[in-house]
């Protein structure tokens, strides 16, 4: 079992910035993909950004050259820095923890934090 708990949600204005962090504990596996999701209201729930174990990023389109994902292994903490936040980042952000096992998937989730930008 794995629990994720996320933090640094709040509100912030159009052009500001935002870290977000997710810490991981349990039995953290070889081969895993963690990513950030987010879901607005009204909306399906979306990749943001993700890193493998092995430190490759992909980030949706919206985001690039503004959203960071990155992490730090000897805290089991992972983070997105958003820089540039638009009124259209507004959502609910969701940690997730994806292992592969067996030719399965499993996947963990936070419990969610609030970002929202407006003036």
């Known amino acids: 079992q794995v629990q994720l708990v996320e933090s640094g949600g709040g509100l912030v204005q159009p052009g500001g910035s935002l870290r977000l962090s997710c810490a991981a504990s349990g039995n953290i596996f070889n081969s895993y993909v963690m990513g950030w999701f987010r879901q607005a209201p009204g909306k399906q729930r979306e990749l943001v950004a993700s890193?493998?174990?092995?430190?490759?990023?992909s980030y949706v389109d919206s985001v690039k050259g503004r959203f960071t994902i990155s992490r730090d292994n000897a805290k089991n903490t992972m983070y997105l820095q958003m820089n540039s936040l638009k009124p259209e980042d507004t959502a609910v952000y969701y940690c997730?923890?994806?292992?592969?096992?067996?030719?399965?998937?499993?996947?963990?989730w936070g419990q969610g934090t609030q970002v929202t930008v407006s003036s």
């Open positions: 997730n923890y994806r292992r592969y096992e067996l030719g399965n998937k499993y996947d963990y």
């Open positions: 890193i493998t174990n092995s430190g490759t990023t």
